[in-house]
């Protein structure tokens, strides 16, 4: 007497097999797409710091919403470089 057939035991182990190799790939490319995303939120910073490295030297005043803007990159440079500490132990 058996408690399984031959071919729910295959269904199981195949199973089992498919959910231990398919998810570290997909891990990897999601942690690497937003590695993409993180350097290209990086490079609009350094644009922006440029900018207003410029608008200081020159003695150009900012709107209120490009000043609003630049916060805002500032900001996300801040969780930037915390999630490049992170990832980088993965």
Known sequence: MELISADLYASIVL????????????????????????????????????????????ALTLTSEEQEKRLRVSQLLGLHSAYLHLSMYL
């Open 15 to 58: 199973a089992v097999l498919i959910s231990t190799i398919i998810p570290p790939f997909c891990l990897r490319a999601t942690i690497s797409h937003y590695n993409k995303v993180a350097e290209k939120m990086v490079e609009e910073a350094e644009d922006l710091e440029r900018q207003r490295a410029n608008t200081i030297d020159n």
